[in-house]
């Protein structure tokens, strides 16, 4: 952010980017609230939708006060997160973040039509961003380059999801091909273990 506020054009870019992503982020709440002429009774999908939105803000907050719950153990200082629901995924924050918007949209279809059904690009970028650009695929690397050398790390990975909450034992069981084709364990989050980048850290 600092580098970017030297020079006014990257600052402007940075910037329309930032209103862009909101912008679209936003669409279901501003259709939805932009329309005056259809008010429909609740619907099964007003329900659906609320409920998820409940399930990822819940899984979020959780996910939230337990990572920084291990942040403010002196003795954790220098562990990865696998506590909680961070035995169940790798990204539990994610996951919720994600589903919250999924059900955002649902919510918000009994009253589209047409075009504004364009309104799914907001959960559609949210889980694009996060599985390729600038969530999973970053603190993966980062994690890696801390821990990749310590066994005990790369046995959490193996059998813990990227981000669907599921349980260990099931999760590690599955087959490569299904964990890369339905629950997203691309290749990119282990580029630094394949490529045999050292531990920055002493072996436990």
Avoid at 72 to 80: C, K, L, M, T, V
Avoid at 124 to 139: A, C, D, E, M, R
Wanted: aromatic letters at 12%.
């Amino acid at each position: 952010m600092d580098d970017k506020r030297g020079n006014i054009a990257r600052f402007a870019v940075f910037w329309t980017l930032q209103g862009i992503w909101v912008w679209t982020v936003s669409l279901p709440i501003t259709i939805v609230n932009g329309i005056a002429t259809r008010n429909p009774e609740i619907q099964t999908a007003d329900v659906v939708g609320w409920v998820m939105w409940g399930i990822g803000v819940t899984i979020e907050a959780i996910a939230d006060q337990q990572k920084l719950q291990l942040k403010r153990d002196p003795a954790a200082q220098r562990r990865w997160c696998d506590v909680g629901v961070w035995k169940w995924s790798r990204h539990p924050n994610y996951f919720g973040e994600i589903f919250l918007w999924c059900g955002i949209f649902v919510a918000s279809t009994p009253v589209l039509e047409g075009g504004q059904w364009g309104a799914i690009a907001s959960p559609t970028l949210i889980t694009l961003l996060l599985l390729f650009v600038s969530g999973i695929p970053l603190l993966e690397a980062s994690g890696d380059k801390k821990h990749g050398g310590n066994p005990a790390y790369r046995a959490y990975k193996s059998r813990t999801s990227p981000l669907i909450p599921l349980p260990p034992a099931l999760y590690g069981s599955l087959p490569n091909w299904l964990k890369t084709v339905f629950l997203f364990e691309f290749p990119l989050y282990n580029r630094k273990l394949a490529a045999g980048e050292e531990c920055l850290e002493p072996l436990n």
